[in-house]
């Protein structure tokens, strides 16, 4: 099966920019999550999607952080304004349903420099 | 949500030898698990525990879950430099998610 997509695989912008990730999950894959990790650390949740209804979004910085998941399937994720602290890669991944009894399948990331 | 804390924070061990990284937490875990990521590369699934006392081995490495459920362990028998990488245990938080310890890097030397 195909593995989950995420573009771009770099993004370098400078401060005050705004950028946007896409991911498309894993096929048949209900729950959509996005990570922010930064060097070092383990992955941070952003946001999860059930469907296209957000579960979860308690660490998401909404002041400068979007995301939607229209149709279900794919999402994006969006910084405006960008600030340096937000350099980090992000993750995308997906599971079959919800629940923290399943396993994430992760996509390769965005790497996110910040100038 | 639930925290855990992850020991050591690096290992640094010589082919052949073993390793083993623990992950901690205040509270009992409905479950955990464990992921594997290379350097430059994603999170890779492992394993889930879910038993009290549960111990699964894949290959050379077994992990296992505490009596108490408040702790766990993975272990690496003799280990190779394909092992390299960072490995995380991951818990569930308070709603439908994970939350991810600091993981352990491990690197191995020829």
């Known amino acids: 099966e195909a593995g989950v997509a995420q573009s771009p695989r770099y993004k370098i912008i400078e401060k005050r920019q705004s950028v946007a990730f896409w991911c498309n999950p894993i096929?048949?894959?209900?729950?959509l999550y996005w990570y922010q990790q930064i060097l070092g650390q383990g992955p941070k949740l952003l946001i999860q999607?059930?469907?296209?209804?957000?579960?979860?979004d308690s660490q998401l910085p909404k002041d400068r952080f979007s995301a939607e998941r229209l149709k279900g399937v794919d999402s994006t994720l969006k910084i405006q304004p960008a600030k340096l602290e937000d350099s980090a890669v992000y993750l995308c991944?997906?599971?079959?349903?919800?629940?923290?009894?399943?396993?994430?399948?992760f996509g390769d990331g965005t790497r996110l420099s910040i100038l | 949500g639930q925290q855990v804390m992850q020991i050591p924070q690096y290992q640094h061990v010589q082919e052949g030898e073993d390793f083993t990284t623990y992950c901690n937490s205040s509270?009992?875990?409905?479950?955990i698990q464990w992921y594997k990521q290379r350097p430059g590369g994603h999170p890779v699934f492992l394993i889930q525990l879910v038993k009290s006392g549960e111990v699964k081995k894949q290959k050379r490495l077994t992990f296992q879950f505490g009596e108490a459920k408040k702790n766990s362990s993975l272990h690496i028998t003799a280990t190779q430099t394909t092992d390299v990488g960072t490995y995380f245990c991951?818990?569930?938080?308070?709603?439908?998610?994970?939350?991810f310890g600091k993981g352990t890097s491990l690197l191995v030397t020829p």
């Open positions: 991944a997906s599971s079959l349903t919800d629940g923290t009894n399943q396993p994430q399948h």
């Open positions: 509270t009992t875990l409905s479950n």
């Open positions: 096929s048949g894959h209900a729950t």
């Open positions: 999607f059930q469907n296209n209804g957000v579960v979860d």
């Open positions: 991951a818990v569930p938080n308070s709603g439908y998610a994970l939350n």
